[in-house]
């Protein structure tokens, strides 16, 4: 025979399903703030295109110092070139591969648009994203190169990246986002 064992009240015994007035509100809530977010940062690239453009030119300035660091040839430069005008905002090379470049034309100031595209932008790109490019020194200009010695030390007009304040590229359209080159060498977002 089987004991009983105490008597449960009905209360007890509701379970509860789906979700209170509160907690629908709370979500709806949420899910309006991330879509007025979300949507005007995905509408177009503005805000995100200056970040696009900030990693590009980080990973080519660091592929052009290892480029330079392992390169035991003289004469050879190994660098990036900047425009600043507005019609012509770009970056990139002098010489699409140095390895059927001769020692002069590397050494050039334009921008060889043959090259690899994670190495240059093309020409009118960046204006093209409603983005500018600044460039500061450390003297309040804006270098054209920014090259690399055998060491991976920074080389530009005068030497002023490779003094105490080193130098930055600057991308600004809806948001800003750089790429700092200082003095030993090291490339970072900045």
Known sequence: MRKRVG?????????????TLVELVIIIVLLGVLSVVAISRFD?????????????????LRHVQMQAM???????CHRLNFNYSPSSLNFGPPVATLASASASASCQSGIDFSAA?????????????????????GNA???VYIGFNNVGK????????ASGSGCRISFAGKSTASVCVNSQGF???C
């Open 7 to 19: 008597h449960l009240c009905p209360a007890t015994l509701r379970v509860q399903s789906g979700f």
């Open 44 to 60: 177009d690239g503005k805000g995100y295109n200056e970040f696009l453009l900030q990693k590009r030119l980080l990973s080519a």
């Open 70 to 76: 392992q390169d035991t040839r003289d004469g050879y």
């Open 117 to 137: 595209s994670h190495l240059r932008t093309d020409n009118g790109e960046i204006s093209a994203m409603e983005v500018t490019m600044s460039g500061y020194d």
């Open 141 to 143: 200009s804006a270098p």
């Open 154 to 161: 920074p080389l530009t007009p005068g030497a002023l990246c």
């Open 187 to 189: 490339i970072y977002e």
